[in-house]
């Protein structure tokens, strides 16, 4: 007898098949090729042992440290925001996953390129619990870039970049006529 079983040769087998899988993915990601079918991301997925959440939404919010100006927030008022969106995103998905990433931006009326440190935090919601929360998430995301004096508020729903330019959380403040607030629906007139 070698130093292989069958038992050890169709292990090996579902090993490297899972390396290969797994390798395929990242290679695919990176190399600019065709994502993965949805069949294929499950199947590597059950392999793994796990259990794709298909009935969600992505939502990401950015907490930057500073206004639209470059001033910097102190500490505590940056970790309230932080604290604040991570308990929004707890609430309604579970829990959430964050990091720290540093960005740029132009400066529409100088040029200037300004740095900023961003506080990213994301989470996967029930798409029912989404929509049930339209609400809330838009209050926060209002009151988080009026009282921090953003020139626009970024967040991701799967992956898709969104902004909330600051002439609809700060209509007083605009020279030009707000834009019409997408999620404002009339109530019909009978």
Not at 15 to 25: A, Y
Not at 116 to 142: G, H, M, N, Q
Request: glycine fraction near 8%.
């Amino acid at each position: 007898m070698g130093p292989f079983t069958r038992k050890s040769e169709v292990l090996l087998m579902r090993k490297t098949l899972l390396l290969i899988m797994l390798i395929s993915l990242l290679t695919s990601a990176f190399a600019g090729a065709e994502p993965p079918s949805p069949i294929e991301v499950e199947r590597f997925v059950q392999a793994l042992g796990g259990q794709p959440i298909h009935d969600g939404v992505r939502l990401t919010l950015y907490i930057p440290d500073e206004d639209r100006e470059g001033t910097p927030f102190t500490a505590e008022l940056h970790q309230k925001w932080v604290e604040e969106a991570g308990r929004l995103l707890a609430d309604l998905g579970g829990g959430f996953t964050m990091h720290e990433a540093r960005g740029g931006w132009v400066e529409p009326e100088t040029g200037r390129l300004d740095w900023e440190r961003t506080s990213v935090l994301y989470c996967t919601i029930p798409t029912e619990t989404l929509w049930a929360s339209t609400d809330r998430v838009k209050s926060f995301l209002y009151r988080f870039g009026r009282e921090t004096r953003q020139s626009a508020v970024a967040f991701e729903i799967d992956g898709e970049l969104c902004l909330i330019e600051h002439e609809l959380y700060e209509p007083e403040k605009s020279k030009t006529t707000p834009p019409k607030d997408p999620l404002f629906v009339p109530a019909l007139q009978p």
